[in-house]
């Protein structure tokens, strides 16, 4: 299977937490990047963050750095999204994506250029 299904969203208040899953398969996870994004209403859809396929790069936006970790779970072929003190600016969809390529570093390219995705999960975070 080559889907990717987040879960995890709902609604929290600020300074809360939230931890996102998506799982996928082995296979997306062997040969795939696995980026985070997201999309408030009215904005453009932006990266989160990203694990490489090794899992040996990870990067991440710099309004979540320090707050946001990601992770990937070979066992449960999961990446999670550990979402700590969370703001009302962070509420929006958030999406799954994968990525082939063959460098071994999570890539610096725009969103419409990834390859699959997932349905989102909606965060709202508000007191």
């Known amino acids: 299977q080559l889907q990717l299904v987040e879960s995890g969203g709902g609604l929290v208040q600020p300074g809360g937490s939230l931890r996102l899953s998506c799982a996928s398969s082995?296979?997306?996870?062997?040969?795939?990047?696995i980026g985070w994004f997201r999309q408030a209403p009215g904005k453009e859809r932006e990266g989160v963050s990203c694990i490489s396929k090794t899992g040996g790069s990870i990067i991440y936006a710099n309004s979540m750095k320090g707050r946001f970790t990601i992770s990937r779970d070979y066992a449960k072929n999961t990446v999670y999204l550990q979402m700590n003190n969370l703001k009302p600016e962070d509420t929006a969809i958030y999406y799954c994506a994968a990525k082939m390529m063959y460098d071994s570093n999570c890539p610096n390219i725009p969103w419409r250029q990834w390859d699959r995705w997932g349905q989102g999960t909606q965060v709202t975070v508000s007191s």
């Open positions: 082995r296979l997306i996870l062997d040969y795939y990047h």
